[in-house]
Nanobody, 123 residues
Framework: QVQLVESGGGLVQAGGSLRLSCAAS????????MGWFRQAPGKEREFVAT????????YYAASVKGRSTISRDTAKNTVYLQMNSLKPDDTAVYYC????????????????WGQGTQVTVSS
């Protein structure tokens, strides 16, 4: 069992930066691949970024690649999403999730989810 709690969201102007954190509880955290997803009003939940269990492999959605960095600190049981050059289109609720699966882009592959943190980017 893994419990996830996101933090770090907020209101930021376009061009600004935010770092989202996802604190995990559970002794098996280090075995899970972790992902970040987001969901804007009226839209489906979409993949943002993922990192494998060791932290050695990462993947990003095209919409955030080059502007975002996912990382994990196993000692702190925490996953981070650093987002730079934020755009109004980045406005959404951001969720972290944990999976043993390999289809990292698919939210249905994830077993555990946090409650989400709101990111709002003003123009």
């Amino acid at each position: 069992q893994v419990q996830l709690v996101e933090s770090g969201g907020g209101l930021v102007q376009a061009g600004g930066s935010l770092r989202l954190s996802c604190a995990a509880s559970g002794r098996t955290f280090s075995r899970y691949a972790m992902g970040w997803f987001r969901q804007a009003p009226g839209k489906e939940r979409e993949f943002v970024a993922t990192i494998n269990w060791s932290g050695g492999t990462t993947y990003y959605a095209a919409s955030v690649k080059g502007r975002s960095t996912i990382s994990r600190d196993t000692a702190k049981n925490t996953v981070y999403l650093q987002m730079n050059s934020l755009k109004p289109d980045d406005t959404a609720v951001y969720y972290c999730a944990a999976t043993y699966g390999s289809n990292w882009h698919d939210p249905n592959e994830y077993d555990y989810w946090g409650q989400g943190t709101q990111v709002t980017v003003s123009s």
